[in-house]
């Protein structure tokens, strides 16, 4: 027998002998890459009889269903305790041999009792009763490769993982290629150790490129480097769904031995929910693109296109080659040395940024994949609501509470049929305003879920009076006596983070240690964040709607209260959204502003906390559609360091066109930084003038929509749907479903007519442009100011009088 301790990579489901258990990959920390298996989990669900306990129990152990594989039967039947919605109930444990019996016996016992955590996947289940933490450190005692006990070891140390970012360049005639038929031309590879191209036939001078005599060579070799360099962690960006399939693809009709997996197995591709997940035997496999997408759905990143070029650019400062994609295969077929040693370039490019970036967010994903016990390779694609759902799965074992089923699709519909009240919204008239402090409470949702302890297992407790429960502004009763699931794990979340927060404070910014602990922290936000979403995501197994209900309910009663209590004080309120406060200050109020919040936190909950974000010497409210209202969160503010926070405005949003932002962002800049509306007007002419004359570049002119249906589908013919249409008329693939950018130009009579897909566009539309982008854009301020558009446009003055300005 052997020991060792070692990080825990990956976990999989495998069978011996009729019996289910895990293979798991682990790394050493000395750096050896090894693999073992453990068979010591039996697969199981729980039944909770609705008859005698011990007739049921007798029925289940007799159990045998007949299939074309012989007789299934249980295992072992055995009596459990567990908790459930605060009581101790009686249940038969049902233990199989084979993690497939467990749906097959399900149907069975269905009959005679409700069912509990039979849809937990086994692997699953195996790291929660296990309690290993993924990417953390295990101690294993092993008899060869087989398990004989493991357990996880407290540590802040992460795996050193040998990483290799992987793109590829693929012939595409038709636009959008097609595996069957279009060879991948080139494999682009950035690693720790090793970086270049690979490719085929033809003639390079570039000094980073390997050419091979046949495609089939090529795809063999690309293999044989991960084997070679002892890869652990394969990065791509969008990989799951294109690269490494496209590659499996091209390998299984040219016959050539592709084996990307560190156990010599194929990439695996396959569907989870809405996406396609490409596993990777033994290395793992991280996609950056699902993280990007995650990040940036939550607000922790804003980037207005997912694309590997513009994330790379606005998280990282890079910069890529531009090529253009749609000539690559004419490049391929005509193009000279030169040209094809800039193609080899630009593919070694999108290894490196696609490196770069998994880099950059890998330490989050470690510690994200620590804290919720989930594998990076699905830590690293799952949404907000399977992270606490994996952290509550691990809760609930350690409570020995029995975790609730997956919703029905029947009560998925209800759900999402009946949505709850929002949060309250004060809107101020639009504006410029000077001297604004902006309060919000700290976590606020979350402070609310702990302190009145909403969960659904403590909704409409019987143990508690109405004077002793905690009851909600609209009547809903939660105990007071035993923590919930979610409160308590919450809290517990709330609490590490405000640790690490504490601790970071007496660390250097730049040191390791610091790093660490940010990415740690960085988690914890995230997944406190995610809490009450969770609470109200209609397919989370904690569902609660009064739980939802109350928290907003709460919110909007404290809120309210704390307007009141800044009128009262003698300040404007300006705005209040969800769990902020604008208050207009006279000069030099600033400590007026202090002893206001802290008469407000001297009687709130203890979980609860009114803070400062900042003071604001000016502020921008904008109209909604030319209304005297200000629009909820679409505002602008700077404050004493200079700093612009910006919230709402259309530069954020990838449905207008760069031209269009970028002249809406200056407007901003000049507003509130030098407070010269002459001059913000005068810069809006000039773009104007710029556009009429032709000389703004046909980038700054394409306009990005998302395709939500089949575009046979739309009754209208919108432009982006035209300019698709006409498209594929010209031979141009483009999928459904998929991301557009088109330009109008002057080619047609109506809108319609005139767009046209980025990559076809030879010039724009000025007057469009002008009338349907910037003008837009810019009103959204310039006419809560007075301005209207023939105003600008004929050099004419404001409509109204600006105040101090």
Same mark, same amino acid.
């Given at each position: 027998?052997?020991?060792?301790?070692?990080?825990?990579?990956?976990?999989?489901?495998?069978?011996?002998?009729?019996?289910?258990?895990?293979?798991?990959?682990?790394?050493?920390?000395?750096?050896?890459?090894?693999?073992?298996?453990?068979?010591?989990?039996?697969?199981?669900?729980?039944?909770?009889?609705?008859?005698?306990?011990?007739?049921?129990?007798?029925?289940?152990?007799?159990?045998?269903?007949?299939?074309?594989?012989?007789?299934?039967?249980?295992?072992?039947?055995?009596?459990?305790?567990?908790? *459930?919605?605060?009581?101790?109930?009686?249940?038969?444990?049902?233990?199989?041999?084979?993690?497939?019996?467990?749906?097959?016996?399900?149907?069975?016992?269905?009959?005679?009792?409700?069912?509990?955590?039979?849809?937990?996947?086994?692997?699953?289940?195996?790291?929660?009763?296990?309690?290993?933490?993924?990417?953390?450190?295990?101690?294993?005692?092993?008899?060869?490769?087989?398990?004989?006990?493991?357990?996880?070891?407290?540590?802040?140390?992460?795996?050193?993982?040998?990483?290799?970012?992987?793109?590829?360049?693929?012939?595409?005639?038709?636009?959008?290629?097609?595996?069957?038929?279009?060879?991948?031309?080139?494999?682009?590879?950035?690693?720790?150790?090793?970086?270049?191209?690979?490719?085929?036939?033809?003639?390079?001078?570039?000094?980073?490129?390997?050419?091979?005599?046949?495609?089939?060579?090529?795809?063999?070799?690309?293999?044989?480097?991960?084997?070679?360099?002892?890869?652990?962690?394969?990065?791509?960006?969008?990989?799951?769904?294109?690269?490494?399939?496209?590659?499996?693809?091209?390998?299984?009709?040219?016959?050539?031995?592709?084996?990307?997996?560190?156990?010599?197995?194929?990439?695996?591709?396959?569907?989870?929910?809405?996406?396609?997940?490409?596993?990777?035997?033994?290395?793992?496999?991280?996609?950056?693109?699902?993280?990007?997408?995650?990040?940036?759905?939550?607000?922790?990143?804003?980037?207005?296109?997912?694309?590997?070029?513009?994330?790379?650019?606005?998280?990282?400062?890079?910069?890529?080659?531009?090529?253009?994609?749609?000539?690559? *295969?004419?490049? *391929?077929?005509?193009?000279?040395?030169?040209?094809?040693?800039?193609?080899?370039?630009?593919?070694?490019?999108?290894?490196?940024?696609?490196?770069?970036?998994?880099?950059?967010?890998?330490?989050?994903?470690?510690?994200?994949?620590?804290?919720?016990?989930?594998?990076?390779?699905?830590?690293?694609?799952?949404?907000?609501?399977?992270?606490?759902?994996?952290?509550?799965?691990?809760?609930?074992?350690?409570?020995?509470?029995?975790?609730?089923?997956?919703?029905?699709?029947?009560?998925?519909?209800?759900?999402?049929?009946?949505?709850?009240?929002?949060?309250?919204?004060?809107?101020?008239?639009?504006?410029?305003?000077?001297?604004?402090?902006?309060?919000?409470?700290?976590?606020?949702?979350?402070?609310?879920?702990?302190?009145?302890?909403?969960?659904?297992?403590?909704?409409?407790?019987?143990?508690?009076?109405?004077?002793?429960?905690?009851?909600?502004?609209?009547?809903?009763?939660?105990?007071?006596?035993?923590?919930?699931?979610?409160?308590?794990?919450?809290?517990?979340?709330?609490?590490?983070?405000?640790?690490?927060?504490?601790?970071?404070?007496?660390?250097?910014?730049?040191?390791?240690?610091?790093?660490?602990?940010?990415?740690?922290?960085?988690?914890?936000?995230?997944?406190?964040?995610?809490?009450?979403?969770?609470?109200?995501?209609?397919?989370?197994?904690?569902?609660?709607?009064?739980?939802?209900?109350?928290?907003?309910? *709460?919110?909007?009663?404290?809120?309210?209260?704390?307007?009141?209590?800044?009128?009262?004080?003698?300040?404007?309120?300006?705005?209040?959204?969800?769990?902020?406060?604008?208050?207009?200050?006279?000069?030099?109020?600033?400590?007026?502003?202090?002893?206001?919040?802290?008469?407000?936190?001297?009687?709130?909950?203890?979980?609860?906390?009114?803070?400062?974000?900042?003071?604001?010497?000016?502020?921008?409210?904008?109209?909604?559609?030319?209304?005297?209202?200000?629009?909820?969160?679409?505002?602008?503010?700077?404050?004493?360091?200079?700093?612009?926070?910006?919230?709402?405005?259309?530069?954020?949003?990838?449905?207008?066109?760069?031209?269009?932002?970028?002249?809406?962002?200056?407007?901003?800049?000049?507003?509130?930084?030098?407070?010269?509306?002459?001059?913000?007007?005068?810069?809006?002419?000039?773009?104007?003038?710029?556009?009429?004359?032709?000389?703004?570049?046909?980038?700054?002119?394409?306009?990005?929509?998302?395709?939500?249906?089949?575009?046979?589908?739309?009754?209208?013919?919108?432009?982006?749907?035209?300019?698709?249409?006409?498209?594929?008329?010209?031979?141009?693939?483009?999928?459904?479903?998929?991301?557009?950018?088109?330009?109008?130009?002057?080619?047609?009579?109506?809108?319609?007519?005139?767009?046209?897909?980025?990559?076809?566009?030879?010039?724009?539309?000025?007057?469009?442009?002008?009338?349907?982008?910037?003008?837009?854009?810019?009103?959204?301020?310039?006419?809560?100011?007075?301005?209207?558009?023939?105003?600008?446009?004929?050099?004419?003055?404001?409509?109204?009088?600006?105040?101090?300005?």
């Amino acid at each position: 027998m052997g020991k060792l301790k070692a990080f825990i990579l990956e976990a999989d489901h495998t069978l011996r002998s009729g019996q289910s258990g895990v293979r798991l990959f682990v790394k050493t920390q000395r750096g050896k890459s090894l693999r073992f298996y453990d068979f010591s989990l039996e697969p199981y669900f729980f039944v909770k009889p609705r008859g005698d306990l011990d007739k049921t129990k007798a029925q289940a152990e007799k159990l045998s269903v007949y299939s074309q594989h012989g007789a299934i039967k249980p295992k072992r039947v055995e009596e459990a305790e567990k908790n *459930w919605r605060g009581k101790k109930v009686r249940l038969l444990k049902i233990l199989c041999f084979k993690a497939n019996d467990v749906p097959v016996l399900r149907e069975e016992l269905r009959s005679v009792g409700e069912l509990f955590e039979h849809d937990i996947p086994y692997t699953r289940r195996y790291l929660v009763d296990k309690r290993i933490t993924p990417t953390g450190l295990a101690q294993i005692e092993a008899n060869g490769l087989l398990i004989e006990n493991i357990s996880s070891i407290a540590s802040e140390k992460n795996p050193s993982l040998r990483k290799m970012a992987v793109d590829i360049e693929t012939y595409n005639p038709s636009g959008i290629p097609d595996a069957l038929r279009d060879p991948c031309l080139m494999v682009g590879f950035a690693g720790d150790s090793a970086d270049g191209v690979f490719s085929y036939s033809k003639k390079f001078s570039f000094d980073k490129v390997k050419a091979f005599k046949t495609e089939k060579e090529m795809l063999e070799a690309i293999c044989g480097l991960l084997r070679e360099q002892q890869t652990d962690l394969v990065c791509t960006y969008n990989g799951d769904v294109f690269d490494l399939p496209y590659m499996q693809a091209r390998a299984k009709k040219l016959g050539a031995d592709f084996r990307m997996g560190r156990d010599d197995s194929a990439v695996r591709s396959k569907r989870q929910g809405l996406r396609v997940v490409s596993r990777l035997g033994g290395r793992l496999h991280y996609d950056v693109f699902p993280v990007v997408s995650f990040l940036n759905f939550i607000g922790t990143i804003r980037v207005p296109r997912l694309t590997l070029e513009k994330v790379y650019e606005e998280i990282l400062g890079g910069k890529k080659l531009d090529v253009k994609k749609l000539d690559i *295969w004419k490049t *391929w077929d005509e193009g000279t040395t030169k040209e094809l040693d800039f193609l080899a370039e630009y593919c070694l490019n999108d290894a490196v940024a696609c490196l770069r970036l998994a880099n950059h967010f890998l330490h989050l994903q470690l510690e994200l994949s620590k804290l919720v016990g989930l594998p990076l390779v699905e830590v690293s694609r799952a949404t907000a609501s399977q992270l606490v759902e994996s952290l509550l799965l691990r809760r609930a074992f350690e409570r020995n509470e029995l975790v609730p089923n997956k919703p029905s699709s029947e009560e998925i519909r209800g759900r999402e049929e009946n949505p709850i009240q929002g949060a309250f919204v004060k809107t101020p008239p639009a504006g410029v305003y000077e001297n604004i402090a902006v309060l919000d409470f700290k976590s606020l949702y979350p402070s609310i879920i702990i302190s009145h302890n909403i969960d659904v297992t403590t909704v409409g407790c019987d143990c508690c009076s109405e004077k002793e429960a905690f009851v909600s502004p609209q009547g809903h009763k939660f105990c007071a006596k035993r923590k919930g699931i979610i409160p308590e794990t919450l809290g517990f979340v709330l609490d590490e983070r405000f640790k690490l927060k504490s601790e970071m404070k007496k660390l250097s910014k730049d040191s390791a240690e610091y790093k660490a602990l940010d990415a740690r922290q960085w988690g914890l936000k995230i997944l406190a964040n995610s809490f009450y979403g969770y609470l109200l995501y209609a397919r989370s197994r904690w569902y609660s709607r009064k739980g939802g209900e109350a928290t907003t309910a *709460w919110a909007r009663q404290y809120i309210h209260e704390t307007i009141a209590k800044a009128e009262n004080a003698g300040f404007r309120v300006l705005y209040a959204d969800t769990d902020s406060l604008f208050l207009e200050y006279p000069k030099g109020g600033e400590e007026k502003i202090n002893a206001f919040k802290k008469s407000v936190n001297d009687v709130l909950p203890e979980r609860m906390e009114l803070e400062l974000e900042d003071f604001y010497p000016r502020g921008v409210f904008v109209a909604k559609k030319q209304e005297s209202r200000g629009a909820k969160k679409k505002y602008a503010l700077i404050n004493k360091e200079g700093k612009i926070k910006i919230r709402g405005f259309e530069l954020v949003r990838r449905d207008w066109s760069r031209i269009a932002r970028h002249t809406q962002r200056e407007v901003l800049e000049i507003l509130l930084k030098e407070g010269s509306l002459g001059k913000a007007v005068e810069l809006v002419r000039k773009t104007i003038a710029d556009l009429k004359a032709g000389s703004v570049p046909l980038e700054d002119c394409v306009i990005y929509t998302q395709l939500r249906k089949k575009v046979g589908s739309y009754e209208i013919q919108s432009p982006e749907v035209a300019a698709v249409i006409h498209a594929r008329k010209s031979g141009l693939k483009i999928p459904e479903n998929s991301v557009v950018g088109y330009v109008i130009t002057r080619d047609g009579r109506s809108i319609s007519e005139k767009a046209r897909v980025a990559e076809q566009a030879e010039n724009y539309d000025a007057d469009y442009y002008v009338n349907n982008q910037v003008l837009p854009a810019v009103l959204k301020l310039l006419g809560a100011l007075g301005f209207d558009e023939e105003s600008i446009k004929t050099k004419g003055s404001q409509t109204s009088l600006l105040g101090s300005w």
